[in-house]
């Protein structure tokens, strides 16, 4: 019998581990499927809408839309947009963004994204007072890095840099908060 209860215990430990290792792979498998994106991740812009969601305090969430849309190349202002040079015609650019915060649509103004072509990535950025999120684009010569602040449920600025250099080629515009209902 003092033979048995070491293979019983032995066993046993098999099988917890065995246990634990399935929870540990479902449990896993559970994250990778998982609806909402995690806050460090960067979502690839291609043609249409992408989402992205960002899991606030309290349960609050806020989530962005970003619709890349075709662009007509014959139009004047095709090559006067961030992501191309002078000589450039580009081919795609921000057709819309929706951010929603809590369920309530914030208010984003045309002339924040109607310049911004050859967009390539969307992701969320670390603020120290509101929320924010920026849209990559352009190619190595011609990147830049447009950042997007929230502020009391409005967009507050938005900052576009040229990526090379940042530091002289930039635009920077600040937004009033949309009027309130009457």
Request: hydrophobic fraction near 40%; glycine fraction near 10%; aromatic fraction near 8%.
């Amino acid at each position: 019998m003092s033979h048995r209860q070491p293979a019983n215990r032995a066993s046993e430990t098999g099988v917890r581990h065995a246990t634990s290792a399935w929870v540990f792979l479902i449990g896993v498998l559970g994250l990778l499927w998982s609806p909402v994106v995690r806050a460090s991740a960067t979502e690839d812009l291609i043609l249409g809408p992408v989402s992205m969601m960002r899991v606030l305090s309290r349960g609050d969430t806020l989530r962005v839309t970003v619709t890349v849309v075709l662009q007509d190349t014959s139009v004047l202002w095709a090559n006067r947009m961030w992501g191309g040079g002078e000589e450039d015609r580009l081919t795609r650019h921000v057709g819309t963004i929706e951010v929603t915060r809590h369920g309530q649509q914030v208010w984003i103004p045309l002339s924040a994204y109607a310049d911004l072509g050859q967009p390539r990535t969307l992701d969320f950025l670390p603020v120290t007072q509101g929320l924010g999120f920026v849209i990559r684009g352009g190619e190595t010569g011609t990147g830049y890095e447009a950042r997007f602040y929230l502020k009391k449920g409005a967009l507050s600025r938005r900052r576009v840099e040229l990526g090379e250099l940042r530091d002289d080629v930039w635009e920077e515009t600040r937004y009033s908060p949309p009027p309130g209902p009457e």
